[in-house]
């Protein structure tokens, strides 16, 4: 199956491509510009062009799957964010749907649900990632949206808690980049994961039985 990695240079992109690889798909990297190719051809992806704010339509064509796991990151300033995060995840959610994509996994972030309760500095960046999830949930596209707790850069372990809801994003809702990418390519394998919003943290659950269960 030919599934889109939107953000595979990011560094929870890095890890979904290897991912999908091993799982039998096809992992397709959408890259900014060519220079990135290379990394890209050895984590095992096929690349195709294309920027979150520009037309998306020959990057998007011919995948069955897409997996949104681009952002500006919260350091950026609002406008930069919500021209990224905000209308360029739009555009990509239109024009998935105009190309006849079936299935559309959204990385977003906890608080989401109610960005005011979110941490001052990601304000804007959380008020983005909601119009862009509530888009998404009027789609007639199979979406799941995974919606971890703070991104750390350690190993996975593969015992997580996932919830509709479990609190503020804060110092103590963690989650390591290789599992969020981990549950990200699993959903592919859940359907009760379909139309489905969750949060998702460092627990004590293994990651099938914690998917299962939602």
């Known amino acids: 199956m030919n599934v889109l990695v939107v953000g595979a240079n990011g560094k929870t992109g890095h890890h ?3 991912l999908l ?10 890259i900014r510009n060519f220079d990135q190719r290379a ?8 690349c195709v062009a ?6 998306l339509g020959y990057a998007v064509k011919g995948n069955w799957t897409v997996m949104m796991a681009a952002g500006s990151g919260s350091k950026t300033g609002p406008e930069k964010t919500t021209e990224v995060d905000f209308h360029g995840v739009l555009s990509l959610i239109e024009t998935c749907e105009r190309m006849n994509v079936r299935r559309f996994i959204m990385l977003s972030a906890m608080n989401t649900d ?17 119009g862009a999830d509530a888009r998404l949930r009027q789609s007639l596209m199979n979406w799941t949206i995974v919606r971890p707790g703070s991104l750390t850069d350690e190993p996975s372990h593969e015992l ?12 103590n809702t963690r989650i390591s980049r290789e599992d969020v990418a981990k549950v990200m390519v699993e959903c592919m394998a859940h359907d009760n994961t379909i139309g489905k919003s969750f949060d998702v943290i460092d627990g004590k659950i293994p990651l099938k039985e914690a998917l299962e269960s939602i």
């Open 16 to 18: 979904i491509i290897p």
């Open 21 to 30: 690889k091993a799982a039998g798909h096809t992992p397709r990297a959408m």
């Open 39 to 46: 990394d890209m051809e050895a984590l095992g992806a096929e």
């Open 50 to 55: 294309g920027d979150l704010e520009k037309p």
């Open 114 to 130: 109610d960005p005011e309760t979110g941490p001052e500095k990601l304000r804007h960046y959380l008020h983005a990632k909601a």
């Open 160 to 171: 997580l808690d996932i919830a509709p809801s479990l609190g503020p994003i804060d110092e």
